[in-house]
């Protein structure tokens, strides 16, 4: 829960959301192909290996575990101001395929398995989007409700205790709400971090905005160290290895054929999708190349807490009996995550400064950076031959203008977003721009801000 709510309360908004679309083909279309293809592989090739006592619901959770990457590795070495779009891409893929891997594992939680058809595969999309909306929908709302308290409410202001406890409160408390409905926490968390970072974060004073954004990293950090602690611990557990039962050639052939699956179920979307969206894009400087495409691969291929989380949910709940194949199982992901982590992530640093930044071209400004529409006009014009302007200046100039807003959609959505926003969401919600004056502020009348 708190590496999501950081990773959405200090995410770079505009560079996720101009990169919305092909975030959302890698971190939910791509899973749910990882998903499938981890899922079939492991149906058909544990029961030659050996491991026979797993039913379908287990195959499934399988895939669910395994599509859940952990990116952090690849972007501590990525720059983000040198390779503004791969490190956007890498990062929220991550972020969106966590919460994407755990509604598809609650769903699979949730699944009659008794009668397998195609009536079934319906269920399980249904179930997918159903967890996926209304977990968007929870978090969307309790990030609002905090910023308009904060705003509008006179004893959430002037403290900066009270300011930090509302906003930790607020976001834990549509994590226990998306729990207590049975729906996916961690997504709901990562878009109520979205939201306050966009309108409750502005609503506080200078004060409680450095102590909320010290305050988040440091829990986020000390919870993620104390989960490796744990898998680090838990991986010399030795009644636990002793509980598979399990030879290690037969132990070695399970976890290569479960890392044999994430390498072959990462590559089947990362390369057809980056392709898709090549085509689907115009400008040389938004598509995306071989080369980060690999680096796109590779980022995903490391596992990490939400792996092990889900194992353990999946294979030691305490309503089960801990049989062989499931420790089995429990064993074999800690061999994943750890030589995934440890082999490739000591490797990711010169790789990827062998494939990519010694060859790293200078960022080049495209049609996504300009916000308004007033500016598209103005570079369509630019790029127009002042040859043929004249007489029929203006019929060219609108016939150019409705083509740059076929051909840069996100720049239109985002002008649009901002106008609706500014018009009707933060005068009642507050925000950058719209916070009402505070004279305990230390900032005082500096805070108000053009938007």
């Not at 491991?51 to 499934?60: A, F, G, P, R």
């Not at 949910?313 to 992901?333: C, G, P, V, Y």
């Amino acid at each position: 829960m708190g590496s999501s709510f950081v990773s959405s309360f200090q995410v770079k908004k505009k560079q996720f959301f101009k990169n919305f679309t092909t975030i959302l083909l890698f971190g939910v279309v791509g899973t749910v192909i990882s998903f499938c293809l981890i899922s079939l592989g492991a149906y058909l090739l544990f029961n030659r290996i050996g491991v026979t006592s797993l039913d379908i619901k287990d195959y499934l959770a399988v895939g669910a575990i395994l599509s859940a990457t952990d990116s952090v590795c690849t972007l501590q070495v990525l720059n983000q101001d040198e390779t503004p779009l791969l490190y956007s891409i890498v990062f929220g893929e991550g972020v969106v395929n966590d919460a994407t891997s755990i509604v598809l594992f609650n769903a699979v939680q949730s699944l009659d398995v008794s009668n397998i058809d195609l009536l079934t595969a319906l269920k399980l999309l249904g179930t997918f989007l159903y967890l996926f909306f209304t977990s968007t929908a929870l978090g969307i709302a309790a990030g609002l409700i905090s910023a308009f308290i904060i705003k509008t409410l006179y004893f959430g202001r002037h403290s900066t205790d009270r300011e930090v406890a509302l906003m930790m409160l607020m976001a834990y408390l549509s994590y226990m709400l998306a729990e207590l409905l049975n729906l996916s926490g961690i997504l709901t968390v990562f878009f109520c971090g979205i939201v306050m970072s966009h309108y409750t974060w502005h609503n506080v004073t200078e004060s409680s905005r450095v102590t909320t954004k010290h305050a988040f990293a440091t829990i986020s950090f000390i919870a993620e160290t104390f989960i490796f602690l744990y898998v680090g611990m838990d991986a010399l557990d030795i009644d636990k290895w002793k509980s598979s039962k399990a030879s290690p050639g037969t132990s070695i052939a399970v976890s290569s054929t479960l890392f044999a699956l994430v390498l072959v179920g990462r590559a089947a979307f990362v390369f057809p999708i980056a392709n898709i969206t090549n085509c689907i894009k115009k400008r040389p400087s938004t598509k995306i190349e071989l080369r980060k495409q690999f680096i796109i691969w590779w980022a995903g291929l490391m596992r990490g807490a939400v792996t092990i989380a889900l194992s353990y949910n999946q294979f030691a709940n305490s309503d089960k009996t801990l049989t062989e194949d499931s420790a089995l199982m429990i064993t074999s992901t800690i061999i994943v995550v750890l030589f995934s982590n440890v082999v490739f992530g000591s490797i990711t640093k010169p790789l990827i400064e062998a494939v990519l930044l010694r060859n790293a071209k200078p960022v080049h400004s495209d049609a996504t950076d300009i916000p308004s529409l007033d500016d598209l006009q103005i570079l369509f014009l630019e790029n127009n031959d002042p040859g043929d302007q004249g007489g029929s200046n203006e019929p060219a100039r609108r016939k150019g203008s409705l083509s740059l807003l076929i051909s840069n959609p996100t720049s239109t959505v985002h002008y649009f977003w901002r106008k609706f926003d500014d018009k009707f969401m933060r005068p009642v919600f507050g925000g950058r721009g719209f916070v009402p004056f505070v004279p305990s502020s230390p900032t005082g009348a500096a805070d108000p801000q053009t938007s």
